[in-house]
């Protein structure tokens, strides 16, 4: 019997597939997306195998390279036996060999958890340097038509708030001996090797700098502080803010979030680096938890303080504050559409959903 897929995310493809970009380009293409079983790029190919679906007359093939197959496999469950996913189990670092034409690569293939960084630096900033070195020769060497990179907000480091908002072009500092910086320097290089293969190969290179994203999907156990409140909402739990929950941060709903990434694929310059956020998705975390409780009343839940020393697995980010500017992609037509309180609410209904 065919699974039925869970209705908050038909409902985000769905979303998704009316933005007015330019589908039809992946009209029988071959799209490799690295790092496939990840939060963000998994909905970047669940977006493709629904338009497969729904709009393509001749399919695109996505191939998902991962590195755990198990898990792979049922984060895709829904797809099981079609012949447009085909898993490549793969560590991004290693050699590439893979026959036939890729006309599209997305490489997202990275630890994103601050949980990780600590536990395996060196796989975190491999995965964005010698990873993105073998998918940028790969893409010239099969004459790619796109290329997108997957870098971070963090890779702005740490910019004062009088010079706020953060825009494509400013950057702030970082401590490239900190073990934290691992990931966002990993990113710094990954971003300059995109333009380098840009300029002297002209290979299509395309970045882009997601800020805090959330939706259907997520990690509840990855550490990050919103995750955590997500998890204790659908569990029923009060709400425990670690620290004074002074620190800032903007928010965009998954759903959002990929319309953007596939606007910079398919509409952006190449080598140049679009923030994608919400600009009136900025709060603290303290007004975040509030938030939750508010449009989860019938829950009745509670916020509760901890102010014990952190978890030594988890890293934690010493930035106060970020907020950025999204002109450069709202001139590709693209803007946010779902609140936060609209995105958490259907955040937290797609984990409410019966899986079974």
């Excluded at 709009?55 to 984060?75: E, F, I, N, P, Q």
């Excluded at 990855?222 to 620190?247: E, K, M, Q, T």
């Excluded at 509760?304 to 992609?329: F, L, N, Q, V």
């Amino acid at each position: 019997m065919k699974k039925i897929r869970n209705p908050v995310i038909e409902e985000d493809l769905r979303f998704i597939r009316g933005a007015r970009l330019p589908w039809r380009r992946f009209e029988g293409k071959s799209i490799l997306i690295s790092g496939a079983n990840g939060f963000l790029p998994a909905y970047m190919a669940e977006t493709i195998l629904y338009l497969n679906e729904t709009l393509l007359r001749r399919k695109a093939k996505v191939y998902a390279m991962v590195r755990d197959l198990k898990r792979a496999k049922k984060r895709f469950g829904h797809y099981a036996g079609r012949p447009d996913l085909v898993f490549i189990v793969q560590d991004v670092c290693k050699p590439l060999s893979i026959k036939g034409g890729l006309h599209y690569i997305i490489h997202a293939a990275s630890h994103s958890s601050p949980k990780r960084f600590g536990k395996d630096p060196a796989g975190t900033i491999a995965a964005n340097t010698v990873g993105t070195r073998n998918l940028l020769e790969l893409a010239r060497a099969k004459r790619s038509e796109g290329f997108l990179f997957f870098s971070s907000a963090e890779i702005y480091g740490d910019i004062p708030a009088r010079k706020m908002p953060i825009g494509e072009d400013m950057g702030g500092y970082l401590d490239p001996a900190a073990v934290r910086s691992c990931y966002a320097e990993g990113k710094r290089a990954g971003e300059a090797m995109c333009a380098c293969w840009n300029r002297q190969y002209g290979v299509p290179a395309k970045i882009v700098r997601p800020f805090h994203t959330y939706g259907p999907g997520m990690k509840l156990d990855d550490g990050r502080v919103y995750a955590d409140f997500i998890s204790d909402v659908v569990h029923s739990r009060d709400i425990v803010i670690r620290g004074n929950g002074a620190a800032r941060r903007t928010f965009c709903y998954l759903a959002d979030a990929t319309a953007g990434f596939f606007t910079v694929l398919l509409k952006g310059k190449n080598g140049n680096a679009y923030n994608i956020s919400d600009e009136k998705g900025e709060m603290s975390v303290s007004e975040l938890a509030r938030m939750l409780t508010e449009i989860f009343p019938e829950k009745k839940l509670s916020i509760k303080y901890d102010r014990a020393p952190g978890r030594e697995s988890y890293m934690k980010s010493e930035i106060a504050r970020a907020h950025p500017r999204i002109t450069r992609i709202r001139k590709l037509g693209w803007a946010p559409r779902y609140s936060p309180e609209e995105g958490f609410r259907r955040t937290i209904g797609s984990f409410l959903w019966p899986t079974d």
